[in-house]
């Protein structure tokens, strides 16, 4: 089966896989005594042949010290990890389009990543840039965003009968607010540090679904009037039918730190009730690169030059790093006083950055795994997926199928999720195990 599109196709059964649950962004480390009592190797250790997988695709690793061929207790593996997002999500819906919110997963919050080590393959490692700031003009801003995810209730999009009961996803469903009703506002707060005057036009993000579909008085049978207001001033206004969505990304004056967004729902068209909610809200906007003593910064530069200088300003970070999430680049900072001087390689196009502290990381908890590796001869003619939590009652059922002649396989849901959709707790590991057979 590991030949076949089933989301299994990253695993070498010879080798060993330690997997990492990551419930926040940043940068994380792994030292040699994790590695050593987690059994993944203990000895001769290349710092080259270690690999990090997510979501079946392999990831761009930095392993400090490994200049002399040695994974020593001086060496860490580093890498930028964060909490999982829809992107696993997306094939559930007949329109991909209707996902609510690309960020928010429907069904586990937790990242997992593998870490394996090959004896045959070099793993994939973030590129180094160096050079000096020699004759290059100081960069004054950069695009940062500023978001909040609402996850309170989840809502099944439209109520259609002869649907409901299928399993592919549809408009409108999804985790949102709680909803807001006819008259009422929802007023959500993002706050907007350093925002600076730039060419920059500064845009505000947003998703809302009508929750309910009661009958109106309006003409053209519209039950939905939603206005959107930033810091009191109206920035959108619309009607809509039932359980649609509304969807947009509009350019806005901003010129303060702290900002609010209103969600109202305007009482004038004769409708019985107006419930919607709201899936996200966001400001993207210039940034100064006053950084304030903070510990990381995820953020944007896009420009014409292929090569920009930034100096983030009262910086605390110790040993100061960019990594380059776009190009798999990692740049070194050079601290000046309460400075951290960088200098990129934006190659002309739009890059995102996350700026940390490499004598700062986030701590790694190391589980192995062993995978099932299932083969199409493995599986019987009766199936039962079951929970290991329930293996002495599965083992007992499939010892009463031996005395019925009928042979019997278990497979447990753990095993299945790791080995066929990337440790994710999520249906599709199912179909995908059962399409393998």
């Known amino acids: 089966m590991q030949a076949q599109p089933f ?34 190797v203990t000895q001769n250790i290349d710092p080259k042949k270690f690999q990090l ?11 400090t010290g490994d200049a002399d061929n040695v994974f020593d207790a001086n060496d860490k593996i580093v890498f930028y990890g964060k909490p999982n997002d829809a992107s696993l999500d997306k094939v559930l819906y007949n329109n991909q389009a209707d996902l609510p919110n690309e960020e928010v997963s429907i069904y586990e919050n937790d990242n997992y990543y593998f870490l394996t ?93 009508g929750r309910s579909n009661a009958s109106s ?53 004769g409708a019985l009730t107006d419930f919607q909610a709201i899936s ?3 400001i993207t906007y210039a940034r100064g690169t006053n950084i304030n ?48 001087d960088f200098v990129i390689n934006t190659t002309s196009q739009q890059k995102s950055f996350f700026l940390a502290d490499l004598d700062n990381l986030k701590s790694t908890n190391l589980t192995p795994v062993t995978f099932r590796n299932f083969l199409t001869t493995d599986v019987k003619s009766f199936l039962m997926i079951s929970n290991k939590l329930l293996t002495t009652g599965a083992n007992n059922y499939k010892t009463y199928n031996d005395t ?12 299945l999720y790791n080995e066929f959709y990337y440790g994710f707790h999520h249906p599709l590991a199912l179909k995908n195990f059962v399409h393998g057979q």
């Open 7 to 40: 989301g299994n196709e990253w695993i070498i059964p010879s080798q060993k896989y330690v997997k990492i649950k990551v419930s926040e962004e940043g940068l994380f480390g792994i030292d040699l005594n994790q590695i050593i009592q987690s059994g993944l």
């Open 53 to 63: 997988f997510n979501k079946g695709k392999e990831v761009a690793i930095l392993v």
């Open 117 to 209: 080590y090959s004896n045959n393959t070099t793993g994939l490692r973030l590129k180094e840039f160096q050079q000096n700031n020699t004759g290059l003009s100081e960069e004054n801003w950069i695009i940062a965003k500023s978001r909040v995810n609402l996850t309170d209730s989840y809502y099944p999009g439209e109520f259609i009968l002869s649907a409901m009961s299928l399993s592919e996803y549809i408009e409108g469903e999804g985790f949102m607010s709680n909803t807001f009703g006819k008259g009422q506002t929802s007023n959500l707060n993002l706050n907007t540090p350093d925002i600076i005057s730039s060419s920059f036009q500064p845009q505000l993000s947003f998703y809302v679904a």
């Open 217 to 269: 008085t309006n003409a053209n049978g519209f039950n939905h009037h939603l206005r959107v207001s930033l810091n009191n001033v109206t920035v959108f206004d619309t009607l809509f039918r039932g359980y649609k969505t509304v969807r947009k990304t509009l350019p806005i004056t901003l010129n303060t730190n702290n900002n609010q967004i209103s969600f109202t729902s305007i009482d004038d068209l």
């Open 280 to 282: 996200y809200a966001e």
């Open 293 to 340: 003593n903070l510990t990381s910064l995820k953020f944007i530069i896009n420009n014409s030059k292929a090569i920009s200088f930034l100096r983030f300003r009262n910086s605390g970070l110790a040993n100061p790093v960019l990594w380059d999430l776009t190009t798999d680049f990692m740049i070194r900072g050079v601290k000046n006083s309460t400075n951290a």
């Open 404 to 415: 019925r002649n009928i042979e019997t396989t278990i497979a447990y849901t753990d095993d």
